[in-house]
């Protein structure tokens, strides 16, 4: 498995489109939105060690966002629908892990207005099969609390499979793993 440096001009991977969603990196005209659904208690609900508390935090969260693109040429999108230039919330893929077995996790959070209506399948459907045609040899990952029934969903529609011998404490309570199959269909 190797993650390297993957420009975003040869990828594809600064913006994508979905039926109804446009998914674009996340820019400086995102902080505003990036901040309001850190902020937003029930957003977080199921991962409140990923609550800002200031628009300096919500900063640092695009800057280290940038920097993931800067460096593999792909992360996190910011979601709107098509037909509207509100974001809806962000979902990507970002490199994690250590240096000798990285991984892709994947990243969804809308906002409370914009459960409900499938975006969060339809964008990391959409993230999961980018990764698929252009890391194919990269595992992802999706880490799910075991509450959190709605995004167990989401993670199980983009194609991921529950994982049960990788679950672990996590930061805000257990770790269930959803992950791709593919990299081991050789």
Known sequence: MTVDPVPARDTGAEELRTE??????????DLEAIYALHTDREACAHNPSDLVETREDAELLLLRWSRQWDQYGFGYWTV?????????????VKVVGSQRDPVLNLFYRLFPS????GYASEAATAAVGWART???DDLVIA???PENVASQRVALR???????????????????FYMSDW???G
């Not at 109804?20 to 005209?29: G, H, T």
């Not at 914009?114 to 209506?117: D, L, T, V």
Request: hydrophobic share 35%; net charge negative; with cysteine.
């Open 80 to 92: 709107r629908r098509q037909d509207a230039p509100e974001p809806l919330g962000f979902c990507g």
């Open 158 to 176: 983009a194609g991921l499979l529950r994982a049960h011998d990788f679950d672990t404490p996590g930061d805000d309570g257990a770790d269930w």
């Open 143 to 145: 880490r799910v609390r």
């Open 114 to 117: 914009a459960w409900g209506a």
């Open 20 to 29: 109804r969603l446009l998914l674009c990196r996340p820019a400086s005209e």
């Open 183 to 185: 990299a081991q269909e």
């Open 134 to 136: 252009h890391r194919p």
